[in-house]
């Protein structure tokens, strides 16, 4: 669908209906509340004219949830720049697609899934959604880049061989800090042995704009591929969108990602897709000039993002260093813990704010000399065996549980996901017996001051009580 305007095809079709719609409007007896115009201050003036388009489902405006016209011309536009059969729009962001794409692939209950190196904790409520079984399968924790190395085809293909009934794999890349996998690999593996390829392509909307970025997962043959435009194109906080390259699965995923949003979407977050959207035809110029910046400062490596920079310090006491040194002249980092810390960089930005964190990089790196990494970060001991599952995901709610200190817990199955954050990847999965070592690590992390979530102020976590 192509929605037609007097100067030809609309770039921009939700936005340009908002527009119209916010000049023609003289006063609102229609929700919002706000009617446009008014918000207590300061909320009203950092908002300013955006009020007025923050609306509802109005004439013209299409429905989100039945979407035949301008919002349905915005996803195939989408769709078109990636080459996917369909895309649809979140704005309940990448956790929403995630869970619809693990439901969509799982067309009956018990449905195998492999699960292979780190994946984010929306994966979990993925299976419960899906009533799908996991397979985990871990990567192995590179000592030198301080990170989980991506999953690789021969990994994935030794899996296959001793799993049968595998509906899906499930892979993340890029990495959280920027690390890509042969997603084409995977993917031809996967079709192989009869199984789809889910990518979980949150941090990679912008791959495939410029030749020193990595291709993006649709064109590497992946079945469904989520992203999060929010996350590495100029867009709003949520705003995610699903790419489908089956056709067969479309209406899966899509009735499965209707299920868990608002029948009020925001009309803010629809127009902020859209116009990213766009940017993937209009922007190319901008991404081009932003990766000649950094590449005067850095050299890229071949299998990562070069809009990310990770650094690997081994340490908290440095990865805190560098980022109070940055965070005295007003910049502010990602995230930074005991393995490294992590800077992302967004098209657009001024050659005088690239210097003047290159400048301070450099100086820090200078003050903290060479740094040793054969120790490396105490949470990545957390995620070296596979985890095994005593209990399905869709029955663990079931089972009443309850709270006891970590020493308390060896031995017994957790109720709820606990992960080291960032990056919010599950070190023990509900489901999990856990044992002896795991609870030693975390109880260390969380004496060190670490953020680990499911575990209490208290130091206690969640268990089945049965």
Known sequence: MTIISERGAVETPILERLMHHAARERASFHVPGHHGRYLPQPLSAWLGQAM??????????????????????????????????????????????VMAALKGACSAPGGRVILLGPCHMSVWRGLVYADAAPVFVPSPWNAARQAFDPPSP????????????????FVTSPTYPGFVADVRGLAEVAHRHGALL????????????????????????????????????????QAAWVHVSRPELADAVHEALLFLHTTSPSYLLLAALD???????????????????????????PDADPMRLWIPTASKARSAQLAARLEAEGMFLESWDASGALAVFG??????????????????????????????????????????????????????????????????????????????????????????????????????????VGMGADGTIEVCDA
């Open 52 to 97: 007025k388009l923050d609306l509802t489902e109005l004439p013209g405006l299409d429905n989100f949830h039945s979407a035949t016209d301008c919002i349905a011309a915005s996803e195939e536009l989408c769709a078109r720049h990636y080459g996917a059969y369909r895309t649809y729009y979140s704005v309940n962001g990448a956790t929403a697609c």
């Open 198 to 237: 889910l990518v979980d392509e949150a941090h990679g909307a912008h791959f495939g704009l410029d030749g020193r970025l990595p291709p993006h997962s649709v064109a590497q043959g992946a079945d469904v591929v989520i992203q999060s435009p929010h996350k590495t194109l100029p867009c709003l906080t």
């Open 347 to 452: 098209f657009g930005q001024t050659d005088r704010d690239v210097a003047r964190f290159f400048e301070a990089y450099r100086a820090w790196r200078e003050e903290v000399g060479e740094m040793e990494r054969e120790n490396g970060w105490l949470g990545a001991r957390l995620y070296e065996a596979p985890a095994e599952m005593a209990v399905r995901p869709s029955d663990i709610d079931r089972v009443p549980g309850r709270r006891v200190p970590l020493i308390e817990a060896v031995g017994r199955i957790a109720k709820r996901p606990i992960s080291p954050y960032p990056p919010g990847v599950p070190a023990i999965w509900p489901g999990q017996v856990i044992s002896e070592h795991q609870a030693e690590l975390l109880a260390r992390l969380w004496q060190d001051g670490h953020d680990v």
């Open 154 to 169: 021969a990994l994935l293909e030794s899996v296959l061989r001793r799993c049968a009934d595998v509906r899906a794999v």
């Open 275 to 301: 116009a990213a959207q766009a940017f993937l035809r209009s922007g190319r110029e901008l991404v081009r000039e932003t990766l000649d910046r950094l590449q005067a400062y850095r050299v890229f490596e």
